[in-house]
């Protein structure tokens, strides 16, 4: 599997998220600057990383969403390329069209961060294989606009569909009806705001997110 992380100024999970995917892979991860136009050849998945892009002026990831770098992650998804946007990463997805609704800010305005428990709504994608159905996992989250919102034929859509991933098991943020991840209609877009990059070794005190890279190693 080949992949790459795409850096925006103020990425800061963008090393986290390459070492999680050469945890799986065994190879080195393509680092892709926001202004580059063109992604390397041969590309397996495009990591969408967390942090604080463009400083989260006007919105979280409205503005890393026009990068240039952006038009080239559209076709490459188009063209079924499995893409993995994470925290500021799934912001930017939303921004960016590939994936429906929007984040807001926390209820409550406060900044979360802390291990949350999660449920896996959704475990036939190729990003949620490695799970049981309903099971319980736990992945840290750290963000002031994580309230996942949409039109309600949107969210009823994504339920009906199975597009709902992840879902909170906890109150967070208050996002409409628990969703923490969704995937697009192809199933080959996921983002989340929880942070599978940072439960992947023993160091960081759980492992329950390697198992979503391994997933995606065996789905390409
Ligand atoms: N960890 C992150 O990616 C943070 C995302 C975003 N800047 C927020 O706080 O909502």
Redesign the pocket.
């Known amino acids: 599997m080949n992949a790459a992380v795409i850096v925006f100024p103020g990425s800061n999970?963008d090393r986290d998220l390459a070492t999680a995917f050469e945890l799986v892979t065994g190879k080195p991860t393509a680092m892709v600057w926001h202004q580059d136009t063109a992604l390397p050849d041969g590309l397996d998945v495009i990591g969408v990383p967390?942090?604080?892009s463009y400083g989260?002026y006007l919105r979280?990831g409205a503005m890393a969403a026009r990068s240039p770098i952006m038009r080239a992650v559209a076709e490459a998804a188009a063209k079924g390329r499995m893409v993995l946007g994470v925290?500021?990463g799934f912001?930017v997805l939303t921004e960016a069209g590939l994936l429906p609704g929007a984040?807001l800010r926390n209820e409550g305005i406060r900044?979360v961060g802390r291990d949350v428990a999660l449920t896996v709504a959704n475990s036939q994608t190729a990003f949620t294989s490695r799970y049981y159905a309903d099971e319980g996992v736990t992945f840290p989250v750290?963000?002031?606009?994580?309230r996942f919102t949409a039109d309600l034929e949107t969210l009823d859509r994504l339920e009906g569909e199975g597009r709902v991933a992840l879902r909170y098991a906890e109150a967070v943020n208050g996002s409409e009806r628990q969703i923490a991840g969704i995937v697009n209609d192809a199933s080959n877009v996921i983002g989340m705001m929880p942070h599978p990059e940072r439960a992947v070794e023993d160091a960081h005190g759980r492992t329950d997110g390697l198992r979503l890279f391994e997933g995606l190693l065996a789905a390409t």
């Open positions: 999970c967390g942090g604080f989260d979280s925290c500021n912001q984040l900044f750290a963000h002031h606009d994580g």
